[in-house]
């Protein structure tokens, strides 16, 4: 279906590149699970010769801010990327990767002895849920628990089984709430919060959030999901069918489920969607992420043939083609050989105006001036966004 995952491009580094530029481009370079020699010694060249110029402040900041700081340190340590052959420093703070990684792995095994306990419980209750995103990605893109950052445990549940796992969870400390100002409590969302979350988006619940009382943790969250399609989409999508087709895998030591690889794609493609269009994530600044077309990238060239068939199909049977075709068109965008031709024709944008578009699943929809590549690699892009999202509660930490 695609080329083999230890294949990707080699960057191409423009030689009029202006330092900032060259900061996103040796972002994308670095942001792979996988490096072959060419693209180290491109790099390696690069840096030699640009390394000086470079704008570092912003490939940190850029690198924090797509959630791809620790596999971009691992590469940049674990190939001797900072560093010449003779031993010439290329890279400034040698330190700030090296502790990106390593602190990304010990807290990852912290988050790894917790959430444990908790697919224990939910399995102890006999609570069918399969888990989305995050270690399962962890474990099959990376193969490397400290390269990936984990935030949540994303669970995938049937709506009448959440008091079920309010129960469990309460049991184990976890509480709907926010944590307070001074970090020491957690503090139950408002009446509206709660109501707004009940009745308008059913899709999923408030998360359950416990403190960790570590430093390398700020809270262990749970968030629960009854559908991977926003209810503004229109897609109607039994979560039993995703729940019938999850597959066994131990995560986190624990024999769990995990939804199937075609699933895993379909949910893939359609969060990247959501999560680029909604001013819920735009107001954040986590509408745009590396993290996640690299992600979908990698998906995508493990999917074989039948997998590819059976994508297709599922895309049909859910109606989700518009949010599948705008994935795969920025995708391509990024990483051009992880979408193959033949998968991305299947799909193609209806109206191009679209891919420009925001808010509709809002309800409202607005036009970005700037384009895809511009508005990816700008941490500002949302200062001229003057519309604002209506849901109360949590906010994601950026």
Not at 56 to 70: I, M, T
Not at 246 to 263: A, K, Q
Request: hydrophobic share 40%; net charge negative; with cysteine.
């Amino acid at each position: 279906m695609a080329v083999r995952p230890d294949q990707p491009p080699v960057p191409a580094f423009r030689a009029d590149s202006s330092p900032e530029r060259l900061a996103d481009e040796l972002l994308l370079a670095l942001a792979r699970p996988r490096l072959t020699q060419e693209v180290c010694a491109r790099v390696r060249d690069v840096l030699g010769t640009h390394g000086a110029g470079l704008d570092w402040g912003r490939f940190v900041d850029l690198a924090g801010r797509h959630g791809v700081l620790p596999l971009v340190g691992r590469n940049l340590i674990r190939h001797r990327l900072a560093q010449s052959d003779e031993g010439r420093p290329l890279a400034p703070y040698r330190w700030i990767y090296s502790y990106a990684y390593e602190g990304n792995r010990r807290r990852n095994q912290a988050l790894a002895d917790e959430y444990a306990k908790v697919l224990r419980a939910v399995d102890d209750a006999g609570i069918a849920y399969a888990i989305r995103k995050g270690q399962p990605l962890v474990d099959t893109v990376y193969g490397d628990p400290g390269a990936r950052r984990v935030g949540d445990l994303d669970l995938l549940l049937r709506r009448d089984t959440l008091a079920r796992v309010a129960d469990a969870l309460t049991d184990l400390g976890y509480a709907q709430g926010r944590q307070s100002q001074n970090g020491e409590r957690i503090e139950p969302f408002d009446r509206r919060t709660q109501l707004f979350w009940r009745t308008k988006l059913t899709n999923v619940a408030l998360p359950f959030v416990k403190l960790s009382h570590r430093d390398d943790v700020e809270l262990f969250i749970i968030d629960p999901c009854t559908s991977l399609f926003q209810v503004s989409s229109g897609v109607e999508a039994d979560v039993g069918d995703f729940l019938d087709r999850r597959v066994r895998r131990t995560v986190y030591g624990e024999p769990s489920f995990v939804m199937d690889r075609t699933d895993q794609l379909i949910d893939a493609c359609v969060q990247l969607h959501v999560e680029a269009t909604t001013l819920y994530y735009i107001e954040i600044g986590k509408d745009l992420t590396l993290l996640k077309f690299l992600e979908l990238a990698e998906l995508l060239r493990a999917a074989d043939e039948d997998v590819a068939e059976e994508f297709r199909r599922r895309v049909d049977v859910y109606d989700c083609a518009g949010s599948v075709a705008w994935a795969l068109h920025h995708t391509a965008l990024l990483y051009p050989d992880a979408v193959p031709a033949a998968l991305a024709d299947g799909f193609p944008v209806a109206d191009a105006a679209t891919l420009d578009e925001y808010g509709a699943f809002d309800g409202q929809v607005h036009r970005w001036e700037s384009d895809f590549t511009t508005r990816l690699f700008d941490p500002a892009r949302n200062k001229d966004v003057t519309a604002r999202s209506n849901v109360p509660g949590p906010r994601a930490a950026v």
